[in-house]
């Protein structure tokens, strides 16, 4: 039977970010989609002759790649921080700032007074402006809320403002970021208040796909961060984790023994905590916004990681605090730069290794049966995607199956 597509891109090089081969590189391909999914994907020479199609695109040579996938963002939230940035810059310390009702605290404050459409309208831009590079899947999380109805208030304006964009989402609780001022010198009450209603809650309420939390000095400790890791399993959610960011806490070996989806940031983890990832499968996502932002020196231990085969994913980090970033393009070019990803390695981290960080695996490459989520881009090779610093080459992009023009951000 010959195949009838609804949609056939041709005269495009592919990719597929499969195989051993770099790039799981196709030259002169052809995609086939039909309905939500890629059908077919190959050369354009073995393309069966009788292929029809209702729709054809001639990509005129560009380079298609899996929608990209951020698998690591706090972008739903008011205010923003611009004044303590400034502040800092011209003096104040962190401390001060933190005394004055700053930081995390500052953001809370912001959050909870706003509206539900004024919550959506502020995030709305921010994902608006990832979704023009090519971001199809996003993962959004709590944290700003600091208490049940506002977590879930959070969690339910993140699912609204993907709707609202068009891009698929995965939302996760993050009630556990900080203590919030009700709860001051009890983190250990707030945590009781966790897992004792706002996990029930969200999960009830089906608005979370997955639980995290911030272990660290200045977040929780790893006793309190177990406490609401086994109360997010009870209740049929996978975890993640905020770990070894700011000082080794043994976040990422924690994470690992929860077979957390992924551990994050882990500019301080250990040989064992990479080890113990390595067993559990558990995915590292690397920040480099964060790093950045916080003019970090200490690099995650991608060589270590990389000799363990743990997989390595790229996100933006996108929160008002330490990674005001809404471009998954410039992370990857900080990944390289900063943290000596190769660009193959990288373009895996916003793709394949992104999406398997939120426990997905019907996308991430191109491939028969997955999603259609793909972009086109105007670039002679894949390494350009990591290469250039600013700009977006961008062409064209499909969400699961819908060819939608490129937007500007
Ligand atoms: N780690 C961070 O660096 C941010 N959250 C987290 O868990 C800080 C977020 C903020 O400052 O608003
Ligand atoms: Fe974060």
Not at 116 to 123: G, K, M, N, P, R
Request: charged share 20%; with cysteine.
């Amino acid at each position: 039977m010959s195949p009838a597509f609804d949609l056939l891109i041709t005269g495009a090089h592919l990719a597929t970010m499969t195989g051993d081969a770099p790039y799981g590189e196709i030259r002169d391909g052809a995609l086939g989609i039909s309905g939500e999914r890629i059908a077919w994907v190959g050369a354009q020479r073995d393309l069966p002759r009788d292929a029809s199609a209702h729709r054809r695109l001639d990509a005129h040579g560009a380079w298609a790649t899996p929608g990209l996938v951020d698998c690591h963002t706090h972008l739903v939230y008011a205010g923003n921080r611009a004044n303590e940035f400034e502040a800092l810059l011209t003096g104040a310390t962190y401390a001060e700032i933190a005394q004055a009702g700053g930081g995390i605290k500052a953001t809370v404050g912001a959050t909870r007074a706003a509206s539900d459409e004024e919550l959506v309208a502020a995030s709305r831009p921010r994902l608006a402006a990832l979704a023009s590079e090519g971001v199809t899947t996003v993962e959004i999380k709590s944290g700003y809320g600091l208490d049940t109805a506002n977590e879930c208030r959070q969690l339910a304006a993140a699912r609204r403002v993907a709707a609202d964009v068009g891009v698929d989402v995965r939302t996760t609780l993050l009630a556990a970021h900080a203590v919030p001022a009700e709860f001051a010198g009890r983190p250990d009450d707030y945590i009781d208040l966790v897992c004792r209603e706002t996990i029930p809650a969200a999960a009830g309420a089906g608005l979370a796909d997955a639980v995290d939390a911030f272990c660290e000095t200045i977040g929780f400790t790893p006793a309190q961060t177990r406490r609401v890791f086994a109360a997010a399993l009870a209740h049929g959610l996978p975890v993640k984790l905020h770990a070894d960011q700011l000082s080794d806490t043994g976040g990422a070996a924690l994470a690992a023994e929860f077979d957390a989806l992924s551990a994050d940031h882990l500019e301080y983890t250990s040989e064992a905590g990479i080890a113990a990832m390595a067993r559990a499968g558990t995915v590292a996502v690397l920040l480099p916004g964060a790093f950045y932002a916080l003019r970090e020196t200490r690099a995650p231990p991608v060589a270590a990681l990389r000799a363990r085969g743990v997989p390595m994913a790229v996100a933006t980090d996108c929160n008002p605090g330490t990674s005001p970033a809404t471009s998954l393009l410039l992370m990857l070019n900080m990944a390289c730069t900063l943290f000596r990803l190769t660009p193959g390695e990288a373009l895996a981290g916003v793709t394949r290794h992104a999406a398997r960080a939120l426990g997905i695996n019907d996308r991430g490459t191109l491939a028969a049966g997955q999603r259609a989520d793909i972009v086109l881009w105007d670039i002679a090779s894949p390494a350009e995607l990591c290469y250039r610093i600013g700009g977006n080459p961008g062409r064209g992009i499909v969400r699961a199956g819908r060819l939608s023009e490129r937007r500007e951000p």
